[in-house]
């Protein structure tokens, strides 16, 4: 084993200073020896920073201050070791560590008796040098090889000088031969880091220059820098070029974070998926260029205080932007990850320790080192991962390419298929148009030829029975006429996708009449009986839409009297489980099984071309078939009656318990305003309601009838909607807005369903649709007047 005496001299300090310590008494330590000299030999401070003259030393011993510690802030520090080499061994070694020192150089002396001094005087044998721009024996290291005789005793000086330290140095003293074993493996470590480094940067380089993706370019620009910095920290810069330049070593350090903030950057795609973050880290470029220009003009200490809080905040920046990509789902953020996680914790054992947290690691640059090479590893594999994802979509987006471009002729072929089904239909539906065009022709045409023809003979003739039947004839003509007229305006109604039903509260009995005088209009010159039967079950009003609910019932009941020419015809109405159960019931041909799929198919006829046993369009049970479903209703039809035809109509309705009130003013006293523009039909009007006992002023439009209606009190208003200078809506408006409470009823020729809307949006009562009828004109008095 060898052993090492040192002997610590005990000084007391002249004075009470910053630097005083506490006085150490005299003691032995045997080595080998853990731990830091500095601790265990005696520190001190040359405020003078003046090299001493050993030949008479006293002076500079007198003005040295005795130190508990290193200042990082730099000067001229002394260390002093007694020591006794108890050991066979020569060949030692200084080694100082755990700091950037510019200059280290260690002065030992002997006790040795020498001609004309005293035994006790000490004599200097040795001052080897090995700081950073001392040039020493060691690469990379700081290092000092001296000789101690076997069983000497010697006194020893090591001199610590630099304009700033990185953190407190460690001092040890090892044999030559330990000490040189531990250089090579640092050194062969290091030398594996640096060429690493340099072949990746090199490496990537070439990628850029055929990619010409920025990220390889700032990522070998970030190799270089981190190359040049540990370069200049390991002493490589002043071992072979003998530069002694401080801003090798700090510079660097800058712009390995510029070139790597930019290089994640491209890689993370930060400005797009986390601007706010992408702004963050150019704000740390900002602050590495403002350092760097006012370098010169820094205290060295001050700067590597700058170099290491920014250094702190990229290195948190850049970690907190990796894990916030990766959690994005970007999956070679994990090695990004990674890499900046190992360099984040070699660069916490060099930065931790200047600011006065404990040394964890012996070794804190090297380890350092190895961090950032990992690091750059890590980053090589994350953009490594990059081009194998991107590969991977670029797979994935031929293979979609081809099945989007199978799928389009797929598609191409299908509609290429359509179009020619679709100019087949088109062929069909042409010859349908044309078909319907001819037949609404010739239902226009019959019944207006029989309303003409029969007003003609009607002039002329003057017996009684002729004139009836000619009457009969008109009227026939007349609600056939309006019957294929509305069957036509309701199939344009019902093309709007949004119609809804309009409520409103109508009576059971007076719904009955209108369809049992609408079926005695199509019965006329038949010998057929039409019978309405009401239950007992059904009440006296329900609330709904009784416009579309005729329009749905008079197809049915229309098809009812055409077809049967014999016997008689039923509509039974009764209410169950809150549903009204219309039935019709005849005795005609009834519908054979083969064609009752098809029957509520438009323009569909159970007989048709030119010997067709009769007449219409084919769209009555069409129409019957879509306004049941929009009022959520259902038609069926009986096979069980082996003649004739059964039809039921079943209605989800809601009774109303309470009958509407409406004024009690006597119909044959009431006076009435006509709001209408047309002349014959105002005098049309103005004289069925003579017939009913009901007195009349006409308007030609709106605008006349606000400032009458100012002037004269009516008990009814009959308004048409279409009128110059000022239409019915807005006259009805103006109305209501000054208070007249007047019933308005709408009577027009519109009958569609945004007409009906409008109506009641702007506050009309009730709405008749021309050609009126008596039967309806008197029932709509009634139920606001009488």
């Known amino acids: 084993m060898v052993i090492i005496s040192i002997t610590i001299i005990t000084i007391a300090p002249a004075y009470a200073s910053p630097y005083s310590i506490t006085p150490i008494e005299l003691s032995t330590i045997e080595l080998p020896i853990s731990g830091n000299l500095i601790e265990k030999g005696r520190l001190y401070y040359n405020p003078s920073n003046q090299p001493p003259n050993w030949d008479a030393p006293a002076a500079f011993l007198e003005q040295l201050k005795p130190v508990n510690d290193i200042n990082i802030k730099g000067g001229d520090f002394w260390l002093n070791l007694s020591v006794k080499n108890a050991t066979e061994v020569e060949r030692w070694s200084i ?5 950037f020192i510019e200059h280290i150089q260690a002065f030992i002396f002997t006790h040795s008796a020498i001609q004309g001094m005293d035994h006790n005087q000490p004599r200097l044998v040795e001052f080897p040098k090995g700081g950073q721009f001392d040039g020493g024996d060691y690469l990379h290291h700081y290092g000092m090889d001296i000789s101690l ?22 001092v040890q003293i090892f044999t030559t031969k330990d000490f040189a074993n531990d250089v090579n493996k640092n050194n062969f470590l290091i030398v594996g880091c640096l060429g690493s480094i340099l072949i990746l940067a090199l490496y990537n380089f070439l990628i850029y220059l055929w990619t010409q993706a920025k990220e390889y370019l700032f990522y070998s620009a970030y190799l270089i820098s981190t190359l040049a910095g540990w370069a200049a920290v390991f002493g490589i810069f002043s071992h072979f070029f003998n530069s002694n330049s401080i801003a090798l070593i700090m510079l660097p350090f800058y712009t390995n974070i510029i070139f790597n903030v930019y290089f994640y950057q491209h890689f993370l795609d930060l400005p797009e998926k986390h601007p706010l973050m992408s702004k963050l880290s150019y704000g740390i470029v900002g602050i590495c260029l403002v350092l760097m220009a006012t370098y010169r003009f820094t205290p060295e200490w001050i700067s590597y205080v700058f170099i290491n809080v920014v250094n ?24 990004f990850v990674l890499g900046f996680s190992t360099v984040f914790i070699g660069g916490s054992f060099i930065i931790l320790p200047y600011f006065g947290f404990p040394r964890f690691v012996k070794e804190a640059y090297l380890v350092a080192l ?24 670029k797979e994935i987006a031929l293979k979609l390419a081809h099945s989007i471009e199978k799928t389009a002729n797929q598609t191409l072929t299908a509609a290429n298929n359509k179009l020619l089904d679709a100019l087949h239909i088109a062929a069909q539906n042409q010859r349908q148009k044309d078909e319907f065009l001819i037949a609404v022709s010739h239902e226009l045409r019959t019944p207006l030829n029989a309303i003409t023809a029969s007003l003609s003979q009607l002039r002329h003739s003057n017996e009684p029975s002729e004139q009836q039947n000619l009457q009969n004839y008109i009227q026939f003509g007349t609600e056939r006429l309006a019957a294929q007229v509305e069957n036509i305006v309701i199939l344009a109604e019902l093309d709007e996708e949004n119609i809804t039903p309009q409520e409103e509260t109508f009576s059971a009995r007076e719904l009955l009449e209108e369809l049992e005088e609408m079926a005695q209009g199509y019965l006329i010159e038949k010998d057929i009986v039409f019978k309405t039967v009401k239950s007992s079950s059904v009440s006296d009003y329900y609330t709904g839409d009784r416009h579309l609910l005729v329009r749905m019932l008079a197809p049915i009941i229309d098809n009812a009297c055409k077809y049967t020419t014999s016997g008689n015809i039923n509509l039974q109405l009764a209410d169950k489980w809150g549903n009204l159960i219309f039935e019709v019931i005849d005795s005609g041909p009834g519908i054979p099984a083969d064609r009752q799929e098809g029957i509520f198919d438009s323009f569909m006829q159970v007989s048709s071309g030119y010997q067709r046993d009769h007449e219409g369009l084919g769209l009555g049970l069409a129409i019957s078939k879509r306004i049941a479903e929009l009022l959520d209703a259902s038609i069926e039809f009986d096979v069980v009656i082996p003649h004739g035809c059964h039809c039921i109509i079943t209605l989800p309705i809601r009774k109303q318990e309470n009958a509407p009130q409406h004024s009690t003013h006597n119909i044959q006293t009431a006076h009435a305003l006509i709001v209408e523009d047309n002349k014959v039909n105002a005098k049309v009007l103005q004289t069925l309601l003579a017939k009913l006992g009901v007195s009349a002023d006409v308007a030609e439009n ?12 009516y008990d009814l208003i009959f308004m048409d909607l279409q009128m110059p200078k000022m239409d019915g809506f807005a006259a009805t408006e103006s109305m209501r807005s000054k208070g007249i409470t007047t019933p308005v009823i709408a009577v027009t ?35 606001w007047v009488g």
Not at 95 to 99: A, C, I, L, Q, T
Not at 312 to 335: E, H, M, N
Not at 370 to 393: H, M, P, S, W, Y
Not at 773 to 783: A, D, F, N
């Open 95 to 99: 080694k100082v560590d755990g700091s």
């Open 149 to 170: 005789t076997p069983n000497a005793n010697y006194d020893i000086w090591v001199n610590l000088q630099s304009s700033y330290f990185t953190a407190s140095p460690h």
């Open 312 to 335: 702190s905040i990229w290195l948190v920046t850049g970690l907190f932007c990796g894990i916030r990509r990766l959690q994005d789902g970007y999956k070679p953020a994990r090695f």
């Open 370 to 393: 190895i961090g950032q090479t990992l690091d750059v590893l890590f980053l090589a594999l994350a953009l490594a991962d990059r081009i194998n994802n991107l590969r991977k979509e």
């Open 702 to 713: 709106g605008l006349i009838a606000l400032n009458v209606t100012d002037h004269n009190h």
């Open 749 to 783: 020729a519109n009958s569609d369903y945004k007409s009906r809307k409008r109506c009641a949006e702007v506050g009309m009562n009730d709405f008749l649709a021309k050609p009126i009828k008596k039967s309806t004109l008197l029932q709509s008095i009634k139920r």
